[in-house]
């Protein structure tokens, strides 16, 4: 056994003398540490050595600067509990001490010099004769200090009796100077003592001095005095716990900051620094809210405060708030969240005082401004990284690697968002938010509050993720998951664009495509004509032998003549004639032969005499008009008939039947009578009358009279057929001979399909304009709609002239609405039965369903109903997670990728799939029978007696007979292309429909996409859970580095001495060593390539979702 090494370890843990020894050598610089000397801050100011006994004496002792009273009631404690160490050094000297005091007394001295179990643990196993040396030499230092005499002068209970009365005097000062001093000098038992309830009281009483308004210079002493207690009581583990767990200390310690106290305010803002770096894991956004409330009742910036206390003289005090500013900005992980408290120190004035402070020569501060400047400088290469892969994608010439972030101007960081949002679909937005700044109020002290909100708004949306802005009042009121928005504002604008894209080429694919069918369907109409020439060729070869060299130029020229001859004798134009389809022109025979028996749209020759025409659809001639019904359901009454007395515009709203409404509908208890009003109405009708009344009132009634008296007076038409006529010519606005000149010119410039409908529904009867033909001589004695069908009288076959004039304007669109469906259903068949891809994937389907079924009647399957592929998402995995569909999926995107064409392959299937064969067909009859009726209207035409009728000649029989037949060829080619791809894959015509077929196919491709979407949505989650069990694990080794860290930093004592903590960390704020590998930093490395690409992982930084 070494004799030396008892003393050696007692003199290390000893608490007095380690602290007097490190106090005085703080005294040796120029910021002293120490704040708890008795000797207070004018002896030190004076560098004089505050005395030994001071520090730990728990009342002034005799020859300090100023004496106090000692408190009346806090008499002598006769206390004998060991804990407070209530033996002297004489009671230990002639008695012995057993064994088992001796080691009970080791343990004690152990727990009053705060070691923990680590370093408890070697000196537990050191030999009894050593630890009674050590026990021995604690007692006997102790004893030399005065320690344990004074200890025993006031109680830990003491001090509580005398804090609960409440005084706010010199009594009160006197106390917490003496309190001070008992929790610097006293062991870490006695401050355990008095904390269990002093703490709560000494919180109460800073409570209550901070909400004095008016504060003297003894209430100013009293909270210096409270911070200075509680500096004291935080100078041991203990108490550094115990004020971390109270929720109101950091609020209270707060708001008693005042620039105004300078010693105060560096006191507090030194023990906040230290709360900072070793606090718990959100110790950093606890203090920022306690100081964003304690600014809102101050109704000031949170951080102005703090910026006001650099600006005060003490140079202390500027190294406090500079250590408070570093220990905020750079603990937080995020650089997005240190950039905005930095920046917002910088907008609360820091900016403006930063060149100041780098004026004034002070170590410690230079020490302060170096760190801060040194971080500043880190945070901003870090932010230059994520800037350089956008500048080596946009070129910018904007040196960024050359670390002069720091240096941007304003301009640099406009040209910078430009670039970035220029000709993209972002540089709307950019240029709209631009132009929406530039309309804030115009107004000195609201703009600044316009922009303050409007960067808020911004930094929450922009940090919402990771650095949530700790400002919880404006978080709280904008919290919104805009990543998601973004997310759909993106996928919405990559599918406008494909959508547009694939639009466009939609487009020009079906002009192609009808060019195609129309000349395909061309080419097979000039095959089978000239296969039935060849063979009416070979039959008249046969015949007559062989023809003379000259004679078959003519024959074929003469057969060029057929549809000529087809077209009827009106068909002709007039001189001179359009050339022929033949080697020369015949000019048209007079008169013209009677026509030869006419063709329908597929060649084959009408019999007159046959069956009659079908009946005429609803709307044409022979439909009959209903009168409404009399009866209303659910007593309802007939509405009041009003008679404006002038002509009132008429209000466009689509009427609701009463039979179409139900009993609790609002209409049928609708009472608008109520509100009838002589004034309302008048006004009304001059507000919204047709045409102003100028005629005075004798003419007006003259003209009702008059016009009463003709509605009266009809001749041959009927009441009901008038009143209508008469509605629709209202409505029209036309004299009635302009009307007949548009129909006889059949001038479709005028003629709207719309009037020619509601002509033909309200045209009288041929027989009762005959009728009317005889009043001629009595035109101006009869009504409005008689009058106009004495006109009407005057036109040859009126109601079949309006037929084919409606169908001549309905032929195109008839024509339009045809032709697409056919190119659609001709298309998709082409598109199924042509694609690689999909027959790899039936193929891939066939294997998958052969093994599953394997040893089943099933199982060896040669093929399958294509109808079946909707069948695959029935089939459910064995975890129930997944579908066969969605496996053939995952399978096709590992291994055949090209397999995932046939959906890009179907164009047109979704198209096809909404086609009815069957309407289609009635279609092409409806229009087929129209034609056979207007040739048959056009070869029992009258020849035209007005020099005006041009209607045979603008009649287009021969143009529409060769679109139809376009149209029909067409539709016989997409028949056999659908018939084909139906045998194609064994399918049973008679069983499954086209529609049916193409349908299910239309509905497996999108089951087909939507599986991949969900495949890729199933990878996303597993990759962002991946990314999440790797960020977590990260983050908790991070937060554990952290912990270390910190439990580091409340063991920096020298030769192991656990007291002083305070001491320790307001020592390492000072010279910086708190700050030094706040964070791993991850250098750049130099062999990165700089023009990375956007989906290039950043090597600098962490995933950074905004």
Same mark, same amino acid.
């Given at each position: ?262 010693? =105060? ?24 809210? /306690? ?9 000031? %910036? ?17 190294? /406090? ?44 501060? %230079? ?268 007593? =309802? ?236 998402? %029935?089939?459910?995995? /064995? ?127 999108? =089951? ?12 996303? /989650? ?85």
């Amino acid at each position: 056994m070494e004799p030396r090494r008892p003393r050696q370890s007692y003199r290390a843990p000893s608490s007095p003398p380690g602290r007097a020894g490190r106090e005085n050598k703080g005294l040796r610089r120029k910021v002293p540490l120490g704040a708890g000397s008795a000797g207070g801050s004018e002896e030190q100011a004076d560098g004089r050595k505050p005395k030994f006994l001071d520090r730990f004496a728990s009342i002034r002792i005799p020859g300090s600067k100023k004496e106090r009273p000692p408190l009346p009631h806090m008499k002598q404690s006769h206390s004998t509990d060991l804990s407070s160490t209530s033996m002297d050094a004489e009671d230990f000297g002639p008695k012995p001490l057993s064994e088992r005091e001796i080691i009970a007394l080791f343990e004690k001295m152990m727990e009053d010099m705060n070691l923990n179990e680590d370093k408890k643990m070697p000196l537990r196993e050191k030999d009894f004769n050593t630890k009674k040396e050590m026990v021995m030499q604690y007692i006997s230092t102790a004893s030399k200090s005065g320690s344990l005499k004074n200890s025993r002068k006031i109680s830990p209970q003491e001090f509580i009796q005398e804090l609960k009365s409440g005084s706010t005097d010199e009594r009160l000062v006197t106390c917490l100077e003496s309190l001070r001093v008992s929790l610097t000098s006293n062991p870490v038992s006695w401050v355990e003592n008095f904390g269990r309830e002093g703490l709560g009281l000494l919180l109460d009483v800073l409570e209550r001095l901070v909400e004095i308004k008016n504060q003297d210079k003894v209430v100013k002493r009293s909270q210096h005095k409270v911070i200075q207690c509680l500096r004291a009581f935080m100078n041991n583990k203990y108490g550094l716990e115990r004020i971390l767990g109270e929720e109101r200390s950091l609020l209270l310690l707060i708001k008693a900051i005042d620039p105004k106290q300078a010693n =105060m305010m560096t006191d507090i803002v030194k023990l906040l620094s230290a709360m900072c770096i070793v606090g718990e894991e959100n110790i950093l956004e606890k203090i920022l809210e /306690a100081i964003t409330a304690a600014a809102e009742e101050k109704n000031v %910036d949170r951080f102005s405060p703090i910026v006001e206390g650099l600006q005060d003289n003490s140079v202390q005090l500027q190294v /406090a708030c500079m250590q408070l500013i570093n220990a905020l900005v750079t603990s937080p992980d995020d650089l997005d969240f240190r950039l905005h408290i930095r920046n917002e120190f910088m907008r609360s004035g820091l900016k403006e005082i930063l060149p100041q402070l780098k004026c004034i020569k002070n170590e410690a501060l %230079d020490i302060q401004l170096k760190v801060f400047n040194e971080h500043k400088e880190e945070d901003m290469i870090e932010f230059s990284h994520r800037l350089e892969d956008i500048r080596s994608e946009l070129e910018y010439p904007f040196d960024i690697s050359k670390r002069n972030m720091n240096k941007m101007k304003l301009n640099d960081v406009y040209n910078m968002v430009w670039n970035t949002v220029k000709d993209t679909s972002a540089e709307g937005y950019f240029l709209s938010i631009l132009q929406h700044l530039l309309l804030i109020r115009n107004d000195y002290f609201i703009r600044p509050q316009y922009f303050k909100l409007i960067e808020e708004c911004v930094s929450q949306i922009v940090l919402h993720r990771s650095g949530t802005d700790p400002d919880f009042t404006y978080r709280k009121r904008l919290d919104i998951n805009f990543s998601h928005l973004i997310d759909i504002c993106v996928d919405k604008a990559r599918l406008e664009e494909c959508e547009e894209r694939a639009s466009e080429l939609s487009r020009k694919f079906e002009k192609d495509f009808v060019v195609h069918q129309e000349t395909q369907a061309l080419l097979q109409k000039k095959e089978e004509r000239i296969n039935e020439l060849e063979a009416e060729l070979q039959a008249f070869k046969s015949q007559y032998g062989s023809l003379p060299p000259g004679f078959l130029p003519t024959t074929r020229g003469d057969a060029s003549v057929v549809p000529l001859e087809a077209a009827g004798p009106h068909q002709l134009p007039p001189p001179p004639p359009p050339p022929l389809p033949s080697n020369g022109a015949i000019p048209p025979p007079p008169p013209p032969p009677p026509p030869p028996p006419l063709l329908n749209g597929l060649g084959i020759p009408l019999a007159f005499g046959g069956a009659p025409p079908p009946p005429p659809l609803p709307g044409l001639p022979g439909a009959q008009w209903s009168p409404p019904s009399c009866t209303l359901p659910f007593g =309802m009454k007939p509405k009041k008939e009003f008679k404006p007395e002038v002509t009132m515009k008429r209000l466009n709203w689509s009427k609701i039947r009463p039979q179409e409404m139900t009993e609790s509908c609002f209409w049928v208890k609708a009472e608008e009578n109520k509100y009838e009003n002589a004034d309302i109405l008048c006004k009304l009708e001059l507000t919204f009358c047709c045409q102003k009344r100028v005629k005075k009132e004798e003419e007006d009634f003259e003209e009702k009279k008059s016009i009463k008296k003709r509605i009266k007076e009809l001749k041959v038409l009927d009441p009901k057929i008038a009143q209508n006529l008469s509605i629709f010519l209202g409505s029209f606005r036309v004299p009635y001979e302009e009307i007949k000149m548009m129909i006889l010119e059949v001038d479709e410039t005028q003629l709207s399909e719309s009037m020619i409908q509601n002509l033909i529904k309200h045209l009288p009867e041929q027989e009762q304009l005959n009728a009317l033909s005889k009043f001629k001589s009595e035109y101006n004695n009869l009504s409005e709609p008689e009058q106009f069908g004495v006109v009407m009288s005057n036109v040859k076959r009126l109601r079949p002239r309006l037929s084919a004039i409606l169908f001549k304007l309905q032929f195109e669109e008839q024509v339009n609405n045809i032709k697409p469906d056919i190119m659609a259903v001709s298309a998709a068949c082409e598109e199924i039965k042509k694609s690689k891809s999909f027959s790899k994937l039936l193929e891939l389907v066939l294997l998958m369903g052969n093994y599953m079924n394997a040893g089943s009647r099933n199982g060896q399957t040669f093929g399958y109903n294509l109808s079946s592929l909707c069948k695959l998402k %029935d089939t459910k995995s /064995a975890d129930q997670k997944t579908t066969l569909l969605h496996f053939l999926v995952e399978v096709c995107e590992e291994s055949y990728q090209d397999v995932l064409n046939f959906v890009e392959d179907f164009q047109h299937l979704d198209k096809a799939s909404k086609v009815s064969a069957e309407n289609l067909e009635k279609s092409l009859k409806h229009m087929e029978r129209q034609l056979q009726q207007l040739e048959k209207d056009l070869q029992t035409f009258p020849v035209p007696e007005d020099k005006h009728d041009k209607f045979v000649t603008k009649i287009f029989l021969v143009h529409a007979k060769e679109d139809f037949q376009k149209l029909s060829r067409m539709h016989e080619n997409m028949e056999k292309i659908y018939q084909n791809v139906m045998g194609y894959y064994a399918i049973d015509l008679k069983k499954v429909s086209v529609e049916e077929f193409l349908t299910d196919l239309n509905n497996f491709r999108t =089951m087909f996409m939507q599986a991949v979407k969900e495949n890729i949505r199933r990878r996303e /989650a597993e990759e962002k859970q991946r990314r999440a069990k790797i960020a977590k694990e990260k983050a908790e080794k991070e937060k554990q580095e952290r912990q270390q860290k910190k439990k580091r930093l409340l063991e920096m004592k020298t030769e192991g001495e656990e007291t002083g903590v305070m001491d320790s960390l307001l020592e390492a704020l000072q010279s910086g060593a708190a700050f030094r590998d706040r964070r791993k930093r991850t250098p750049r490395p130099k062999d990165v390539p700089q023009n990375l690409s956007p989906t290039t992982q950043r090597p600098v930084l962490k995933a950074c979702n905004h």
